[in-house]
């Protein structure tokens, strides 16, 4: 007998209880409704009562019906409604259209202000009465359309009827003057389905020197040099480049005020006389000062945006140069900056609106001063926009006898083209991101100086190489067209060479001792390190061991002889490369590609060449890489620290362990791929190219086992397992891992 008929049969009251303990309720059986009641008593449980969840009802539509069928019988009763006509009749002609406009959401949120609170769901659908428009009949027809619309955008006189009701009915809506609705802001959950990715992400292509740092890079070193925090290393440095490519914070919306004209004057001698940018001609130094003193003498007003920005521009760019010979480096950098930030703030002016050829200067001239090591990397968004713009005013195309354009603007139309043309060439290279401009789409003249000359011979070689070697199209090629692909550039690069070696002195390394009278110092070196990187960029597609294999052709000796002279070329060059950087002098006016793109990108090759062929590897191999560290140890010292590369002092200890290593645990086979450590571990090392491991060599590996090691079977999918797609925003920090590409997408 339970407890509850124990009681009962006694006589006693059983207290009622609105509930039943937890255990009773799973027992299903009656609770007595004490605490602890008897059930939990007698079984040993304790008594517990949980509190009790109401039942949600289950929503249906019809309050939604109904609220809509109430909003559409308020808009039928407001057409419908013509008992006041005359109030419109009296009062239209008193009353700015400015207060109709009042008037129209008074009468709309009438009801809605005179009822009481509504839930949250009832609030958002009756917003919708803010944004429906009220039906206004059809447009009228054979009016323009500027006409039509400013006809549709006032109501009819009925409507006016019932808006004099309106706001004479409702006290509270005729203090309302929003019109037609005030925006909400955004729910903070997606109830879309769909999750967004972290902002601030920067792609670099499989064939730049990035790829070094993407994961399968990074297993190819670690699997060379046993080094754990390698991974950390390239990770924090390809975060901090990453960082770069965007601007830390808004720019300030306080302008710099104009400067004297004397200060000005000096900007513009500085930048003339000085600047790097002054030889590629994009504006004439006659014309920039006539114009510049007129303006600040106030004897005319001339508010264009495009002469705004250019002459900012050039302020910037002489202001750094003064300042870089006295000031410190971050003082040269924030005074600069505030010139420059009064070019950006017209940016989007000079692209959506009006302007003139002065407009794709200032945006030409803004793309090559921003590529000084002080400045943010926004040149590639720069250049491309300037592109744009060059083209919608036709600078691409030879300016045929009707245009009617003077010699001086044409040659100023096709310096600036051309100046934008490499700019952009070399960027995609850089960054591994496809050009702007089509080649084929280009019929002006290439400037007549010899410096304008070998400028674009080289870039218009790196388009082709880009686009045989780089693009989407080209990475799926099979290895025999891959191969034939770099002998045809190489057989190009070498006829440019040369052509170019008698007129611009192009050597390895580079003589400034014989530099040509038409070729300054700053014109000597950018060309021999573009015609550099040139060479990197076609020859790394066999030197590379990851290009090497995702077409397996390590396995083949069909392709030993051009992958030997592939190897060689960019080992050599690059070393030439190193030496060259004493000519490079480091300041906030220093270009990114000579203080910091082409030493790098040597650094980077001529590591991997000692890593592949550490046999081969002499000590003044790792003297050049102690060399390439102590110009980026110069460029640290000369920005402060702002620009700091450890990277590149990290490769360069690797690469000298790597060697110790190598000739200590096997002197006397020099095609050991591997060997066990003190510790018993096995260390890696590279052999040189083709050298199969010896048999039976305890913790040896095999060539195809090596391959297996270090990378998995999926790398031979997709050359975009060597691109790097990473959050570069201000909140990203190491934990963030590095996001990758690797899967395959088929091309159309």
């Given at each position: 007998?339970?407890?509850?008929?124990?009681?009962?049969?006694?006589?006693?009251?059983?207290?009622?209880?609105?509930?039943?303990?937890?255990?009773?309720?799973?027992?299903?059986?009656?609770?007595?409704?004490?605490?602890?009641?008897?059930?939990?008593?007698?079984?040993?449980?304790?008594?517990?009562?949980?509190?009790?969840?109401?039942?949600?009802?289950?929503?249906?539509?019809?309050?939604?019906?109904?609220?809509?069928?109430?909003?559409?019988?308020?808009?039928?009763?407001?057409?419908?409604?013509?008992?006041?006509?005359?109030?419109?009749?009296?009062?239209?002609?008193?009353?700015?259209?400015?207060?109709?406009?009042?008037?129209?959401?008074?009468?709309?949120?009438?009801?809605?202000?005179?009822?009481?609170?509504?839930?949250?769901?009832?609030?958002?659908?009756?917003?919708?009465?803010?944004?429906?428009?009220?039906?206004?009949?059809?447009?009228?027809?054979?009016?323009?359309?500027?006409?039509?619309?400013?006809?549709?955008?006032?109501?009819?006189?009925?409507?006016?009827?019932?808006?004099?009701?309106?706001?004479?009915?409702?006290?509270?809506?005729?203090?309302?003057?929003?019109?037609?609705?005030?925006?909400?802001?955004?729910?903070?959950?997606?109830?879309?389905?769909?999750?967004?990715?972290?902002?601030?992400?920067?792609?670099?292509?499989?064939?730049?020197?990035?790829?070094?740092?993407?994961?399968?890079?990074?297993?190819?070193?670690?699997?060379?040099?046993?080094?754990?925090?390698?991974?950390?290393?390239?990770?924090?440095?390809?975060?901090?480049?990453?960082?770069?490519?965007?601007?830390?914070?808004?720019?300030?919306?306080?302008?710099?005020?104009?400067?004297?004209?004397?200060?000005?004057?000096?900007?513009?001698?500085?930048?003339?006389?000085?600047?790097?940018?002054?030889?590629?001609?994009?504006?004439?130094?006659?014309?920039?000062?006539?114009?510049?003193?007129?303006?600040?003498?106030?004897?005319?007003?001339?508010?264009?945006?495009?002469?705004?920005?250019?002459?900012?521009?050039?302020?910037?760019?002489?202001?750094?140069?003064?300042?870089?010979?006295?000031?410190?480096?971050?003082?040269?950098?924030?005074?600069?900056?505030?010139?420059?930030?009064?070019?950006?703030?017209?940016?989007?002016?000079?692209?959506?609106?009006?302007?003139?050829?002065?407009?794709?200067?200032?945006?030409?001239?803004?793309?090559?001063?921003?590529?000084?090591?002080?400045?943010?990397?926004?040149?590639?968004?720069?250049?491309?926009?300037?592109?744009?713009?060059?083209?919608?005013?036709g600078l691409h195309r030879h300016p045929i006898q009707s245009w009617n354009l003077p010699e001086h603007e044409v040659a100023m139309r096709n310096c600036?083209?051309?100046?934008?043309?490499?700019?952009?060439?070399?960027?995609?290279?850089?960054?591994?991101?496809?050009?702007?401009?089509?080649?084929?789409?280009?019929?002006?003249?290439?400037?007549?100086?010899?410096?304008?000359?070998?400028?674009?011979?080289?870039?218009?070689?790196?388009?082709?190489?880009?686009?045989?070697?780089?693009?989407?199209?080209?990475?799926?090629?099979?290895?025999?067209?891959?191969?034939?692909?770099?002998?045809?550039?190489?057989?190009?690069?070498?006829?440019?060479?040369?052509?170019?070696?008698?007129?611009?002195?192009?050597?390895?390394?580079?003589?400034?001792?014989?530099?040509?009278?038409?070729?300054?110092?700053?014109?000597?070196?950018?060309?021999?390190?573009?015609?550099?990187?040139?060479?990197?960029?076609?020859?790394?597609?066999?030197?590379?061991?990851?290009?090497?294999?995702?077409?397996?052709?390590?396995?083949?000796?069909?392709?030993?002889?051009?992958?030997?002279?592939?190897?060689?070329?960019?080992?050599?060059?690059?070393?030439?490369?190193?030496?060259?950087?004493?000519?490079?002098?480091?300041?906030?006016?220093?270009?990114?590609?000579k203080g910091y793109y082409t030493p790098l990108y040597a650094v980077i090759n001529l590591f991997v060449s000692i890593l592949q062929n550490l046999a081969?590897?002499?000590?003044?191999?790792?003297?050049?890489?102690?060399?390439?560290?102590?110009?980026?140890?110069?460029?640290?010292?000369?920005?402060?620290?702002?620009?700091?590369?450890?990277?590149?002092?990290?490769?360069?200890?690797?690469?000298?362990?790597?060697?110790?290593?190598?000739?200590?645990?096997?002197?006397?086979?020099?095609?050991?791929?591997?060997?066990?450590?003190?510790?018993?571990?096995?260390?890696?090392?590279?052999?040189?190219?083709?050298?199969?491991?010896?048999?039976?060599?305890?913790?040896?590996?095999?060539?195809?086992?090596?391959?297996?090691?270090?990378?998995?079977?999926?790398?031979?999918?997709?050359?975009?397992?060597?691109?790097?797609?990473?959050?570069?925003?201000?909140?990203?920090?190491?934990?963030?891992?590095?996001?990758?590409?690797?899967?395959?997408?088929?091309?159309?």
């Amino acid at each position: 007998m339970s407890a509850a008929d124990s009681a009962a049969h006694q006589g006693l009251t059983v207290p009622k209880r609105a509930r039943a303990c937890d255990f009773c309720r799973l027992k299903k059986i009656r609770c007595i409704g004490t605490h602890p009641c008897d059930n939990c008593i007698e079984h040993g449980e304790s008594c517990i009562f949980s509190e009790r969840q109401r039942r949600k009802k289950r929503r249906t539509h019809h309050d939604l019906a109904r609220r809509l069928a109430e909003f559409e019988s308020f808009l039928d009763a407001a057409r419908e409604d013509q008992n006041l006509a005359r109030i419109f009749v009296r009062n239209d002609a008193h009353q700015p259209f400015g207060s109709e406009q009042t008037q129209v959401s008074n009468a709309i949120n009438r009801g809605r202000q005179d009822r009481p609170p509504t839930s949250n769901s009832e609030t958002r659908f009756n917003d919708i009465s803010n944004t429906v428009p009220l039906d206004r009949g059809p447009s009228p027809v054979g009016l323009p359309v500027q006409e039509a619309q400013q006809q549709q955008s006032r109501p009819s006189p009925r409507e006016w009827e019932r808006i004099e009701i309106a706001s004479q009915a409702s006290p509270k809506a005729s203090k309302s003057s929003t019109f037609p609705y005030t925006p909400t802001q955004p729910s903070t959950k997606d109830t879309s389905g769909y999750e967004t990715v972290k902002t601030g992400i920067e792609y670099w292509g499989p064939r730049t020197n990035m790829a070094l740092c993407s994961k399968p890079g990074i297993a190819w070193v670690k699997a060379r040099v046993r080094q754990p925090d390698f991974e950390a290393i390239a990770s924090q440095f390809a975060l901090d480049l990453a960082k770069r490519l965007k601007m830390d914070k808004r720019p300030s919306a306080e302008r710099k005020p104009e400067p004297s004209l004397d200060v000005a004057l000096q900007f513009s001698r500085a930048y003339f006389e000085e600047g790097t940018q002054a030889s590629l001609g994009i504006i004439q130094r006659c014309s920039f000062e006539t114009r510049l003193r007129t303006f600040l003498s106030g004897s005319q007003i001339d508010d264009d945006p495009a002469w705004y920005a250019l002459r900012n521009t050039v302020y910037a760019s002489g202001c750094r140069i003064e300042l870089s010979k006295s000031a410190t480096f971050r003082e040269a950098q924030r005074e600069s900056w505030a010139w420059f930030e009064n070019a950006l703030s017209v940016h989007s002016e000079l692209l959506f609106c009006h302007t003139s050829l002065t407009g794709v200067q200032a945006l030409a001239l803004m793309a090559y001063v921003i590529e000084g090591i002080s400045c943010p990397i926004l040149q590639y968004m720069l250049c491309a926009n300037a592109l744009r713009l060059a083209v919608t005013q036709g600078l691409h195309r030879h300016p045929i006898q009707s245009w009617n354009l003077p010699e001086h603007e044409v040659a100023m139309r096709n310096c600036t083209f051309w100046a934008l043309y490499c700019l952009d060439k070399d960027l995609a290279w850089r960054a591994g991101r496809p050009s702007t401009m089509d080649d084929d789409d280009i019929t002006c003249e290439v400037p007549p100086s010899m410096y304008f000359q070998g400028l674009v011979r080289i870039s218009r070689l790196s388009s082709i190489a880009y686009r045989k070697l780089a693009s989407a199209s080209a990475l799926q090629s099979t290895p025999a067209e891959w191969v034939n692909n770099v002998v045809q550039m190489d057989t190009m690069l070498e006829e440019l060479r040369q052509s170019l070696k008698d007129s611009l002195q192009l050597h390895f390394p580079l003589d400034l001792a014989n530099v040509p009278a038409f070729l300054n110092n700053h014109e000597a070196v950018s060309l021999q390190f573009l015609f550099n990187t040139l060479t990197w960029d076609i020859h790394s597609a066999l030197a590379h061991p990851w290009c090497r294999d995702i077409f397996n052709l390590d396995k083949s000796h069909e392709y030993r002889s051009q992958i030997e002279r592939s190897s060689k070329i960019l080992a050599e060059t690059s070393k030439a490369a190193i030496l060259e950087c004493r000519f490079v002098h480091c300041d906030a006016n220093c270009s990114l590609v000579k203080g910091y793109y082409t030493p790098l990108y040597a650094v980077i090759n001529l590591f991997v060449s000692i890593l592949q062929n550490l046999a081969c590897a002499t000590p003044s191999d790792l003297a050049l890489m102690d060399v390439g560290a102590g110009h980026f140890a110069r460029l640290s010292f000369a920005t402060e620290s702002d620009f700091n590369v450890p990277l590149v002092k990290n490769l360069a200890l690797l690469a000298n362990n790597a060697l110790e290593v190598y000739k200590t645990i096997q002197p006397s086979q020099t095609s050991t791929l591997g060997q066990l450590d003190n510790d018993g571990s096995s260390f890696l090392s590279v052999a040189p190219p083709f050298v199969t491991a010896p048999e039976g060599v305890p913790g040896s590996f095999s060539e195809e086992h090596l391959h297996q090691d270090w990378l998995d079977a999926s790398l031979n999918e997709d050359f975009e397992m060597w691109s790097i797609f990473y959050p570069g925003g201000p909140e990203s920090h190491l934990q963030d891992p590095p996001i990758y590409e690797e899967s395959r997408q088929s091309i159309p």
